[in-house]
């Protein structure tokens, strides 16, 4: 009898982001941080466009710029980080990173690209649908 289980699915894919969410929202929770602050800070820090990684939701976008503006962590006009915004994203991306130091030990570059090359056009492709 011959295997016809695909060699990863989605449920692989699944599972491995949730349990990565877990984890990130572990480092959250200790930082007094939301998801939505993260994904802006991320994205100001990276000179990211916001809404892009909100998958186009420009309401959500907005309302997590507003939270961080009116906490301090972001100039609204501009839109870039103010020097507590970029402490509050290098903190946090400190225990972010570490984290993904972690997950990712012993893979080889090479697998890790083919990873990222395959993650990335599997959620183009879903996005395209």
């Known amino acids: 009898m011959t295997d016809t289980t695909p060699p990863v699915n989605g449920q692989d894919i699944g599972r491995a982001e949730r349990a990565g969410r877990i984890l990130l929202d572990r480092v959250l929770d200790a930082h007094q941080a939301t998801f939505d602050e993260w994904v802006t800070l991320r994205s100001l820090a990276l000179e990211q466009d916001v809404v892009t990684n909100f998958f186009g939701d420009e309401p959500r976008a ?6 961080l503006t009116a906490q301090g962590y972001v100039t609204r006009d501009l839109a870039v980080l103010t020097t507590a915004g970029r402490t509050r994203y290098d903190s946090l991306d400190t225990d972010v ?23 990335r056009e599997v959620a183009r492709r879903a996005m395209a649908s």
């Open 62 to 67: 907005d309302d997590a710029l507003a939270d």
């Open 97 to 119: 990173q570490s984290i993904s130091r972690r997950l990712y030990a012993g893979f080889s570059p090479d697998e890790l690209a083919t990873t990222g090359r395959v993650l």
